[in-house]
């Protein structure tokens, strides 16, 4: 059964792992170094969580924490997926064995409630073109808007 709760500070330690299973790179490549996480344009995205702007939800497969899809609003001009003083800009991680069963697609749309609820009215994120996540976020209403560093830079609107 799939479920959802906010994300919390006291996931503090989880965000830290999902924010790691998030920068995928294509194969075969598998996770990188732990120590990415520890760069100021990687951290930037998860430390301390739980600020007034942050806007997060976890996935719970059968009451176990399966994966996070977190929005945090950043400075302009701060991380990848920068668009506005307006726009959060978007991670999401599945852990892998609840990769492929819908769940994606499912969180993905829970957090964009809940980003709406917050007040949002778009969302941004970057994707490696050739990470095949970028059909589901077509589906849940992002569109390409550049290119950023070979990443796609894509928003949807929220209103």
């Given at each position: 059964m799939?479920?959802?709760?906010?994300?919390?500070?006291?996931d503090?330690?989880?965000?830290?792992?999902?924010?790691?299973?998030?920068?995928?790179?294509?194969?075969?490549?598998?996770?990188?170094?732990?120590?990415?996480?520890?760069a100021?344009?990687?951290?930037?995205?998860?430390?301390?969580w739980?600020?007034?702007?942050?806007?997060?939800?976890?996935?719970?497969?059968d009451?176990?924490?399966?994966?996070?899809?977190?929005?945090?609003?950043l400075?302009?001009?701060?991380?990848?997926?920068?668009?506005?003083?307006?726009?959060?800009?978007?991670?999401?991680?599945l852990?892998?064995?609840?990769q492929?069963?819908?769940?994606?697609?499912?969180?993905?749309?829970?957090?964009?409630?809940?980003?709406?609820?917050?007040g949002?009215?778009s969302?941004?994120?970057?994707?490696?073109?050739q990470?095949?996540?970028?059909?589901?976020?077509e589906?849940?209403?992002?569109?390409k808007?550049?290119?950023?560093?070979?990443?796609?830079?894509?928003?949807?609107?929220?209103?």
């Amino acid at each position: 059964m799939l479920d959802f709760r906010p994300l919390t500070p006291a996931d503090q330690p989880q965000l830290w792992h999902w924010l790691h299973v998030a920068l995928w790179d294509p194969p075969p490549a598998g996770l990188r170094p732990i120590e990415v996480l520890q760069a100021p344009a990687v951290r930037i995205y998860a430390e301390d969580w739980g600020r007034p702007t942050d806007v997060g939800v976890v996935a719970q497969v059968d009451g176990a924490d399966a994966g996070a899809c977190w929005m945090r609003l950043l400075p302009v001009g701060v991380g990848m997926a920068s668009v506005d003083a307006r726009t959060p800009q978007l991670g999401i991680a599945l852990l892998p064995q609840y990769q492929h069963q819908g769940h994606g697609r499912a969180l993905m749309q829970a957090a964009l409630r809940a980003a709406r609820q917050a007040g949002y009215a778009s969302v941004s994120l970057t994707v490696h073109p050739q990470n095949p996540a970028i059909r589901l976020y077509e589906a849940c209403g992002f569109r390409k808007r550049e290119v950023r560093n070979t990443y796609h830079l894509m928003v949807a609107q929220l209103d």
